[in-house]
């Protein structure tokens, strides 16, 4: 939860939040609206908001930190895809498959209507699944009946297009991609060979 949301919970103003913590008001009021990232802040400026609020400190930065990278990551999904290869390659296909599926992830995303990462979330953990001879999660069966609306190329295979005009690039790039991308009109052809 952000600051925002556990003031709005406790009835709190930012101004009471200042009083409470004795930190600055125009401080608590940067932090609130985003100008000041409270992951910048000082331990100790964390740690008395996180009192003042009745939360932990992990807790209080959890929050700031999911709405960061959920910000960051529904600005560009060619960048998404991008940071999703790469922490499969990080942390290895089960790890992944199992934070993934813990965290949820993939309903919080479809909840939000945020279909193309929920869907490529998926697709990876059903991808990775059947690499390592996994069951497929069950949980998300209503989600795996869904796809989108138009198929979404990778920014590659859209530049070849645009210079080449030649509807085959796109054509052929659907027909080689990951099965498990391509039943929800997603075309990718690679997610191990990330730099």
């Given at each position: 939860?952000?600051?925002?949301?556990?003031?709005?919970?406790?009835?709190?103003?930012k101004y009471r939040l200042s009083k409470d913590t004795g930190i600055p008001y125009m401080t608590v009021n940067d932090i609130?609206?985003?100008?000041t990232e409270l992951l910048n802040c000082t331990a100790a400026t964390v740690r008395r908001l996180s009192k003042a609020l009745d939360v932990t400190m992990e807790v209080l930065l959890e929050g700031e930190s999911e709405e960061a990278a959920e910000m960051e990551s529904r600005?560009?999904?060619?960048?998404?895809?991008?940071?999703?290869?790469?922490?499969?390659?990080?942390a290895g296909d089960m790890v992944f498959i199992v934070e993934t599926l813990?965290?949820?992830?993939?309903?919080?995303?479809?909840?939000?209507?945020?279909?193309?990462?929920?869907?490529?979330?998926?697709?990876?953990?059903?991808y990775l699944s059947r690499e390592n001879h996994l069951p497929i999660c069950i949980n998300y069966n209503d989600i795996r009946a869904r796809k989108l609306s138009n198929i979404v190329y990778p920014s590659g295979v859209l530049a070849m297009y645009a210079v080449s005009k030649d509807e085959r690039v796109k054509t052929e790039s659907y027909r080689?991609?990951?099965?498990?991308?391509?039943?929800?009109?997603?075309?990718?052809?690679?997610?191990?060979?990330?730099?």
């Open positions: 939860m952000t600051i925002e949301q556990l003031l709005a919970e406790k009835g709190m103003t609130c609206n985003g100008k600005n560009d999904f060619e960048l998404f895809k991008s940071n999703v290869c790469h922490r499969v390659k990080a813990q965290s949820d992830t993939i309903r919080r995303y479809y909840e939000k209507k945020w279909y193309p990462e929920a869907l490529y979330l998926l697709a990876m953990v059903d080689k991609a990951i099965p498990e991308f391509r039943r929800f009109n997603i075309v990718e052809n690679e997610v191990r060979n990330v730099i």
